[in-house]
């Protein structure tokens, strides 16, 4: 029991941490709707700038930790769940206690992994690695990291991708911001019903923002 709370706890942690750190992506992807003139001047000094401090480096050191432990303690919770429920029964009530997103996290997981590896394999290993296609400099000497995200999102595929995997993204945020919660220990009743509806706001802004924006791109 004591080391599945430490598992949980773990999640609870990581996963805020990475709803705090979605937030401040967001609020980074919102210059890309910006005119292009605009958008990839501001886009490529504030990504020059993310690469160039030290502090950020921390902070991408606790990210990734933050993302591998995630995944990692997801995993384990979902395989010990399976365990600790072996039997089928006929009378199947789990839809009366718990929405579909929280009966299908393991599910939800995988796409959302999914989406992280290529998003992984699109920008970061490009970008920072230097894999695949070179990455040329705007007029001011910055990575043109918004070409880059420009002409990905040029690609239909890849913008069906991103916008379809957010909806994902949001069931995992609402579920999972109530659950890192009241795994720390907030359980007080109204509390918990203004946290759910922050949840789900939280939730909506953003997997709509981020599935919203690679279509505005791809329409400039």
């Known amino acids: 029991m004591h080391l599945k709370f430490i598992r949980k706890l773990i999640l609870a942690l990581s996963g805020l941490f990475l709803c705090l750190f979605l937030i401040v992506h967001l609020s980074a992807n919102c210059l890309l709707i910006f005119p292009e003139a605009t958008a990839r001047d501001l886009y490529n000094t504030y990504s020059t700038t993310l690469r160039e401090s030290t502090f950020i480096k921390v902070i991408s050191y606790f990210l990734y930790a933050s993302i591998i432990l995630h995944v990692w303690y997801a995993l384990l919770t979902t395989i010990s769940n399976r365990k600790s429920k072996p039997q089928k029964y006929v009378v199947n009530r789990t839809n ?42 705007d007029r001011y000497g910055n990575k043109d990291v918004y070409e880059v995200t420009y002409s990905l999102f040029q690609n239909f595929y890849f913008v069906i991708f991103y916008s379809l995997l957010a909806f994902p993204l949001g069931l995992h945020l609402h579920h999972g911001l109530k659950s890192a919660f009241k795994t720390l220990g907030f359980y007080h009743k109204k509390g918990l019903e203004l946290l759910a509806k922050v949840s789900l706001i939280y939730a909506l802004i953003i997997s709509v923002g981020f599935g919203l924006i690679p279509i505005i791109v791809y329409f400039k």
């Open 96 to 137: 009366e206690n718990s929405t579909w997103s929280s009966q299908n996290m393991g599910l939800i997981g995988i796409l959302i992994l999914l989406f992280i590896v290529v998003h992984l394999a699109n920008f970061w290993a490009r970008i920072k690695l230097g894999l695949g296609e070179e990455v040329l400099l």
